[in-house]
């Protein structure tokens, strides 16, 4: 485990790679470096600050937000709850399999975005069509990954507690469930990302608020700094819910054994006492006469 002066380390060099980034941009923009890409094109990264204050002070902007949120959260516990139940019930039930299986791998494909005129035909107001979007966005990835933790499950498992006495809803509750937790959250995570995708592409098409709609307006009226000012806020609450997405798996899966990075050519840092026995192998399990395994 790393102490705290590595991970501090650590947060300065991505302080630093972040402050080099800006910085970059913010030399090529005010020297309008024109060799294959016009950054003369580009607002400067003052420019952008200079609109990003003006946005804050205002209402419209935190209205945006609002909105971009609402839709984001709505759509995306939707697709949380029915994807993993969609998922469990497909790899655990071939009923299910035969009669889902054949349309969700025909709609899978479609992207979300595309979904648009449906959900403008289907839906009553643009609000909840965009929604539908966004559900549709993470619904599938955590459709999949939920299907495949599943049918990774060692049916060991699920063997022990039916020898136990337990039935269904205990397999369900005790081994299932805990047992496909990392691949949800996998799944959860690659959600989190497209539905940002998905429901920022829907506002700039038929919206009415929300921060894809304000970044297509400012295109529209050439405002290229307010542009800016939507894509950052975009890529900060991408972040945002991402990692806690990331957070809430890493709660959950804490019983879960952590692997930390050893860079090349370091040995591993040995641990104490007896959990630094060396597990043993096939053939020198296979020596041990079998009355004496438990």
């Given at each position: ?96 399999e035969d009669l889902l299986g054949p349309l969700l791998e025909v709609v ?187």
């Amino acid at each position: 485990m790393s102490g705290p002066a590595p991970r501090a380390a650590r947060y300065a060099l991505r302080v630093a790679a972040l402050a080099a980034a800006l910085g970059l941009w913010q030399l090529l923009t005010s020297l309008d470096v024109d060799l294959w890409l016009r950054f003369s094109q580009f607002p400067t990264v003052t420019d952008v600050a200079h609109a990003f204050a003006g946005r804050l002070a205002g209402a419209d902007y935190w209205t945006d937000l609002t909105d971009s949120l609402t839709r984001i959260v709505t759509g995306f516990l939707l697709a949380a709850v029915l994807g993993v139940a969609t998922g469990v019930l497909v790899a655990r039930s071939r009923l299910a399999e035969d009669l889902l299986g054949p349309l969700l791998e025909v709609v899978r494909p479609i992207p979300a975005i595309a979904l648009v005129p449906v959900a403008i035909l289907l839906f009553p107001s643009n609000e909840q069509g965009i929604v539908f979007i966004t559900f549709t966005a993470a619904f599938f990835p955590v459709l999949v990954s939920t299907r495949h933790a599943v049918r990774a499950l060692t049916p060991v498992w699920e063997e022990a507690v039916l020898t136990m006495g337990g039935g269904r809803w205990r397999i369900l509750g005790s081994v299932v469930l805990p047992g496909a937790l990392p691949g949800i959250f996998g799944g959860l995570s690659v959600g989190i990302g497209v539905s940002w995708i998905c429901v920022i592409s829907a506002e700039m098409i038929s919206g009415q608020y929300g921060v894809g709609y304000r970044t297509w307006q400012d295109y529209t009226i050439v405002d290229y700094p307010g542009v800016f000012v939507g894509m950052v806020t975009i890529g900060v609450l991408g972040w945002l819910t991402s990692t806690a997405v990331e957070l809430l798996g890493r709660r959950l899966t804490r019983w879960l054994p952590r692997t930390s990075y050893v860079p090349a050519g370091r040995a591993p840092r040995q641990v104490r006492g007896a959990a630094a026995a060396v597990p043993m192998s096939r053939t020198h399990k296979e020596e041990v006469p079998r009355d004496q395994l438990v």
